[in-house]
C-alpha cells in the first residue's frame, strides 16, 4: 500500500513540475545570436532569443528560428525533422515572410530546396507551406499560433512603406495581390489558428519613433530589417501583450 502512494505521490510531482513548451519557426528576425560575436557594432538579436525575459519559469522555449529562411527552405532543411520532437499541447510559434519575397513575389521550383530558390508566391506556395505547418502541428496534438512578420524600416513621407509593411505591390495600398500579411491571415481564418499581427503592432511602434530615432534605437546599422538588442525586446513584448491579450500563455507571461 505504501508503495502503490509513492507512486502515486511521484507521478503528481512529475505532472507539476511539467513544463509548458514552446517552439518558434522562423527567420534571423527571431533566430538566436552569439551574444559576443555579435555585439557592439555587430549587435544584433532576433525578437525570440528575447522573448524568454517574458516567460515564467515553467516554460521552455526552444527557438528553432534559422536565418535567410523562407516557409519553403525551412520545411525542406529543418522541419522535416524538428516536427517530430513536437508532443501534444506544445505550442508552435510561425512567422515567416521576409525571405519568402526573395523571388519577387513569384514562386520558386518547388522541388529546388537550394538557398537561391527560397521564394513563394503569397497566395499560392506561401499559403501552401503556412498549411503544412499547421496541419503538421495539429497532428501531433500541438497548437500552432501565427505571427505576421515583423516590419522593416522603409521610411517615406514619415510612414512606412508598403513594402516595408510586406506588400510588395506597386499599386494601390489595398491590393492585396503580392501581400504576404495579407495571405497569412487568410490561413488563419481558414484552419481558425491564433494569429498575432505583428506587423501591424511593429508597424505602430516603429513609425511612432520616425525615421532617425527607429534606426538608432530598433535596427542594426548594417541594413533596416534586423533588430539590436533593444528592438528585438520591444518587438518581443508586443508579441507577449497580443498573446495574453488572446488569452494565450498568459497565465506565464509577465510583462515588466
Known amino acids: ?102 523571388n519577387n513575389g513569384l514562386d520558386t521550383n518547388e522541388n529546388d530546396t537550394t538557398t537561391s530558390a527560397r521564394g513563394t508566391a503569397p497566395w499560392s506556395e506561401y499559403q501552401r507551406f503556412l498549411s503544412m505547418y499547421v496541419k503538421d502541428v495539429r497532428e501531433r496534438g500541438a497548437i500552432p499560433v501565427l505571427f505576421t512578420p515583423v516590419t522593416r524600416r522603409y521610411f517615406k513621407d514619415g510612414h512606412l512603406t508598403q513594402k516595408a509593411l510586406h506588400n510588395l505591390s506597386t499599386n494601390a495600398a489595398d491590393d492585396s495581390t503580392l501581400n504576404y500579411v495579407a495571405a497569412m491571415k487568410h490561413v488563419a481564418r481558414e484552419f481558425s489558428v491564433p494569429l498575432i499581427d505583428l506587423t501591424a503592432s511593429t508597424k505602430r511602434l516603429v513609425e511612432s519613433y520616425g525615421p532617425e530615432k527607429s534606426k538608432a534605437i530598433l535596427y542594426i546599422k548594417a541594413d533596416d530589417t534586423h533588430l539590436k538588442i533593444e528592438g528585438a525586446r520591444e518587438f518581443a513584448k508586443l508579441a507577449a501583450v497580443e498573446l495574453k491579450s488572446k488569452g494565450i500563455l498568459s497565465q506565464y507571461i509577465v510583462l515588466k
Not at 505521490?9 to 545570436?33: C, E, H, N, P, W
Not at 521552455?60 to 520532437?85: D, H, Q
Request: charged fraction near 25%; hydrophobic fraction near 40%; aromatic fraction near 14%.
Open 1 to 102: 500500500m505504501k508503495f502503490k502512494f509513492l507512486i502515486l505521490f511521484l507521478l503528481s510531482v512529475g505532472i507539476l513540475q511539467a513544463k509548458v513548451r514552446v517552439f518558434t519557426i522562423g527567420d534571423s528576425t527571431m533566430a538566436d545570436y552569439d551574444t559576443v560575436k555579435y555585439s557592439g557594432d555587430k549587435e544584433q538579436r532576433g525578437w525570440c532569443q528575447l522573448f524568454p525575459e517574458l516567460l515564467t519559469k515553467d516554460v521552455i522555449l526552444k527557438n528553432a528560428a534559422r536565418n535567410g529562411r523562407s516557409s519553403k527552405s525551412f520545411y525542406y532543411e529543418v522541419w522535416k525533422t524538428l516536427r517530430n520532437e513536437l508532443k501534444p499541447g506544445d505550442y508552435v510559434f510561425i512567422q515567416f515572410g521576409h525571405n519568402d519575397e526573395k
